[in-house]
């Protein structure tokens, strides 16, 4: 069993940043990708970006592309999220989560994550 925990989260102005980690522990396996989701109230678990455990291979959703960028850092086993150019629309909670599959293909979907941190909220004002 793997735990992932979060931090980072907070507010913040419309058209600023932040960085959000995920920091994991226990047994991690040699292939997985991590990805990170945001969920709002009232909305579906909305999927961000995804790495490889490699850290060579990112892949983004249209909706943070350019904005957001996600990291591993492998020898502390973390993966970061740097945010910029908040929008109202980013306020969510986030969250990290691992796909242990090894699938050529990158995970995009909740059901394909077996392994969730608590999440963090992120809340950005207008």
């Known amino acids: 069993q793997v735990q992932l925990v979060e931090s980072g989260g907070g507010l913040v102005q419309a058209g600023g940043s932040l960085r959000l980690s995920c920091a994991a522990s226990g047994r991690m396996f040699s292939w997985y990708t991590m990805g990170w989701f945001r969920q709002a109230p009232g909305k579906a678990r909305e999927f961000l970006a995804a790495?490889?455990?490699?850290?060579?291979?990112?892949y983004y959703a249209d909706s943070v592309k350019g904005r957001f960028t996600t990291s591993r850092d492998i020898a502390k086993n973390t993966m970061s999220l740097q945010m910029n150019t908040l929008k109202p629309e980013d306020t969510a909670v986030y969250y990290c989560?691992?796909?242990?599959?090894?699938?050529?293909?990158?995970?995009?979907?909740?059901?394909?994550?077996?392994?969730w941190g608590q999440g963090t909220q992120v809340t950005v004002s207008s």
């Open positions: 989560a691992v796909d242990w599959s090894e699938s050529p293909r990158i995970p995009t979907t909740p059901n394909e994550f077996d392994d």
């Open positions: 790495v490889r455990w490699s850290g060579d291979n990112t």
